[in-house]
């Protein structure tokens, strides 16, 4: 079975811009996260999703992040605008649902770099 | 309120020493307790993780301790390999809701 896939790997923008990073799950996976990942915060979640519904939308992350997920197997995470400190490494995770769950498993990451 | 607290922030020790990470947790229905480690341009990747109906978890040289009653639990990694440098992450989570993880202890081992 396929792992998480992110793409792109890395992302450079100029402050002001739309980015979208996008994720596909582990098939079989009912839930998904966004994590932004830097050295100071470490892993700060930004949404989460249960079959496809919105369950935590990462709280002071709402104004310029919005993550979707179209369908099971496929996810989006907008920033509009982006930011200089938007800068970081963004992670896509999957999980099982409940009851004897399996873990999170993690993608690649995207690396976004916003000049 | 941060859920799950973990300290040290880093850590070093020789090669062949017992390096000891500690979590503690908030929620008193959080049921499985996963530790992750991340090397440096990687990924977080499961490493070990328990359930508290057992208060210890073996796999290798990685152990987990588990104390339900402090709502505390720890990763030993014995006889250190310098190949065991990374950062580690605990998490908790009742798996039916969101994890949360812990802000990692970035571990060392000099040869």
């Known amino acids: 079975d396929a792992g998480v896939t992110q793409t792109p790997r890395h992302e450079v923008a100029e402050k002001g811009q739309t980015i979208i990073l996008k994720c596909e799950p582990v098939?079989?996976?009912?839930?998904l996260f966004w994590y932004r990942q830097t050295k100071i915060q470490g892993l700060e979640l930004l949404s989460y999703?249960?079959?496809?519904?919105?369950?935590?939308d990462g709280g002071a992350f709402k104004d310029r992040f919005k993550a979707e997920m179209l369908n099971s197997s496929f996810s989006t995470l907008k920033i509009q605008p982006t930011e200089p400190k938007d800068s970081a490494v963004y992670l896509c995770?999957?999980?099982?649902?409940?009851?004897?769950?399996?873990?999170?498993?993690f993608g690649p990451g995207t690396r976004l770099l916003v000049l | 309120q941060q859920q799950v607290k973990q300290s040290p922030q880093s850590l070093t020790v020789w090669e062949g020493e017992t390096a000891i990470l500690n979590c503690s947790y908030e929620?008193?229905?959080?049921?499985?307790f996963p530790w992750y480690h991340q090397f440096p341009g990687e990924s977080p990747a499961l490493l070990i993780a328990?359930?508290?109906?057992?208060n210890k978890k073996e796999d290798g040289r990685f152990t987990i301790f588990f104390n339900k009653r402090e709502k505390k639990f720890s990763l030993h990694i014995a006889d250190s390999q310098p190949g065991d440098s990374a950062t580690y992450f605990c998490?908790?989570?009742?798996?039916?809701?969101?994890?949360?993880f812990g802000k990692g202890t970035s571990l060392t081992v000099i040869p």
């Open positions: 929620d008193s229905t959080f049921d499985y």
């Open positions: 995770a999957s999980s099982r649902t409940g009851g004897n769950q399996d873990t999170q498993y």
């Open positions: 998490a908790a989570t009742t798996g039916y809701q969101n994890f949360y």
């Open positions: 098939s079989g996976h009912n839930d």
């Open positions: 999703f249960r079959s496809k519904s919105l369950m935590e």
């Open positions: 328990i359930r508290p109906v057992s």
